[in-house]
Structure formats: structure tokens, C-alpha cells
């Protein structure tokens, strides 16, 4: 029996993923493939190591294939069954296999806080992880969002994962500053979107994976949206830091940056190199 504390992660997959134009012009960005596996796919993965079988999708219009691609495709097995062409499927069974889909559609592109306040009828009052799939993590050891789980387990508060990046690269990213608490972990005093160059606290950004305390809901339905107009989730966690509730985690792994052509390609070479069986 799955004894952890976070059983449900939630996949804001609604973003129209214009930096991929025209690829993602009738396609998800997130099932771009990075070899031969979309890139949602290697996140559910993840989840599922760390025992959140629970997936709970937040999409938008034109992504309906995030969800055929979980399920089952009658014609397609029906054909290739006995083949050896199967065991090409093989993964994405064990996925099935193992993890429960729910999917909730969000009506307007109001930023990450707004597609997270929409997931929050798939996830109810209950910790949760968030996973953005565009963020390809990868430890094989041990997943990055299962080394949070067990920060959240000794916390009990929100944990952000965050990577040092280089200096001139802070304006890409919500820039964490707080206090050590030992290496690696830190209690996070506040997050600032995106800082210029020269002014950031810090070189800590935050990644896409968190682990949220469901009062994180109520923060962002109070949460007036910012400069652009979207929701942002870094706002709502500025909210919870300010009550020392968010711990900041350098987590042990690789990342890439996917929702980048340059990280795409250089994720597509390190799998396909490093991972990649066939
Ligand atoms: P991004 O801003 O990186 O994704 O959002 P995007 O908007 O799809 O990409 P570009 O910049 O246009 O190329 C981070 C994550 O949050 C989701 C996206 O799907 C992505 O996984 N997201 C963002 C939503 O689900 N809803 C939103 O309103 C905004």
C-alpha cells in the first residue's frame, strides 16, 4: 500500500507553448516527444515513482491528445498485438497500469496560479505536487519530486525545487532569497518573478516542481493578477513564505529547460545518448 503523504500531483499542461510555433500550432506542446516519449509522459513517470498515482491534468482547448494518450488505443494495439512491435507500448501500459487521470479544462490562459487554482476541485484539501513537463527532470536513482515527498514529509510545509543558474540568466526565472537550514535546504523568506539582471537576491531559481499545502487555493483566489495579467503562482508562495511555510530544496539531478528550443535539443541528445533503449 502506498503509505506516502502526497498521492495526487497536478500537470498544468494548458499553455499554448508559443516558443514551439508552429509545431504546438494543433499540437500540446507537452507531447512533444523527447525521442521517442512525449514530454508529459516522462512527468507522470515521475509522479508515479514518488507515489502520486494520482495525476490530475489541467488542459485547454486543442489538447485532447494529452488525454487519448492516456488511455487505451483499441485499433492501434489491437494491430500490432503478437508483434514484436508491443513491446513499444510496454511503458506506457505500465503508466496505465498503475496511475488514475482526471482532467479539468482551463477556459482562459490566466497564468500558472490560475491553472493551479482551476485543478483545485481534482485535488481537494490535501497536499499535492505540482509537475510542469516542460521542466524534464532526471535522476534515475531517485526523482527529483520524490526527494521532495520526503521533505515534505519532515516539514509538512510547501517545498519549491530550485537550481543555481548562471547569474546573467536570473530574469528567466522566480529568484528565491532565506535562510540555510542545511545543505542544500533552505526556508525560503521571499521569491521575486523574474528579476533584472545586477538586482537579483540570489542565482536560486525555482524549477518546475513543488510540492503545495491545499491553503495554497484560498491564497490564490485572494491573489490580485500581476503587470501581464496572469495569476502568478510566485505571489500566492510569497504569501506562504512570509509565515516561514515554504522550503526552498536544491534537488540532486539533471534538468531541461524543454520549453526552449536549445533545451529540447540538448534533452533530445542526453536521452538519446544516455537513456534511450531499444
Ligand atoms: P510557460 O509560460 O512556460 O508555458 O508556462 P507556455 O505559455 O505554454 O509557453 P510559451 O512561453 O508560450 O512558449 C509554464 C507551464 O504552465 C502551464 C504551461 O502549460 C506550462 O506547462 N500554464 C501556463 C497553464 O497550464 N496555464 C496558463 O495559463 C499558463
Do not use: W
Request: charged fraction near 25%.
Amino acid at each position: 500500500m502506498n503509505k506516502r503523504l502526497v498521492k495526487k500531483c497536478l500537470f498544468p499542461v494548458a499553455g499554448y507553448g508559443t516558443r514551439f510555433l508552429p509545431a504546438t500550432k494543433s499540437m500540446p506542446k507537452e507531447m512533444l516527444p523527447i525521442v521517442n516519449k512525449p514530454l508529459v509522459q516522462y512527468g507522470v513517470e515521475e509522479a508515479i515513482e514518488a507515489g502520486m498515482t494520482n495525476c490530475a491534468m489541467v488542459t485547454g482547448r486543442g489538447k485532447r491528445a494529452i488525454a487519448d494518450h492516456f488511455d487505451i488505443s483499441y485499433e492501434l494495439e489491437k494491430q500490432i498485438s503478437g508483434t514484436s512491435k508491443e513491446n513499444f507500448l510496454s511503458g506506457i501500459r505500465r503508466v496505465l497500469d498503475q496511475g488514475i487521470f482526471t482532467m479539468v479544462r482551463q477556459r482562459e490562459m490566466l497564468g500558472l496560479g490560475h491553472a493551479i487554482l482551476t485543478g483545485e476541485v481534482l485535488i481537494g484539501d490535501q497536499p499535492f505536487g505540482v509537475l510542469l513537463s516542460d521542466d524534464l527532470c532526471i535522476n534515475p536513482e531517485r526523482g527529483v519530486l520524490n526527494q521532495m515527498v520526503s521533505l515534505y514529509e519532515e516539514f509538512s510545509c510547501s517545498i519549491v525545487a530550485l537550481q543555481e543558474v548562471p547569474m546573467d540568466q536570473v530574469n528567466r526565472y522566480g529568484i528565491v532569497s532565506g535562510n540555510s537550514l542545511r545543505e542544500g535546504v533552505i526556508r525560503i523568506k521571499e521569491m521575486v518573478e523574474k528579476p533584472e539582471v545586477g538586482k537579483a537576491a540570489s542565482n536560486l531559481a525555482i524549477i518546475g516542481r513543488y510540492i503545495l499545502t491545499p491553503d495554497i487555493f484560498e491564497i490564490i483566489r485572494h491573489t490580485e493578477p500581476g503587470a501581464n495579467g496572469e495569476i502568478q503562482l510566485t505571489d500566492a508562495l510569497n504569501r506562504q513564505a512570509s509565515k516561514g511555510g515554504v522550503i526552498g530544496y536544491k534537488f540532486e539531478g539533471k534538468r531541461f529547460d524543454c520549453g526552449s528550443v536549445p533545451g529540447f535539443v540538448e534533452a533530445t541528445n542526453y536521452v538519446y545518448e544516455n537513456i534511450f533503449e531499444r
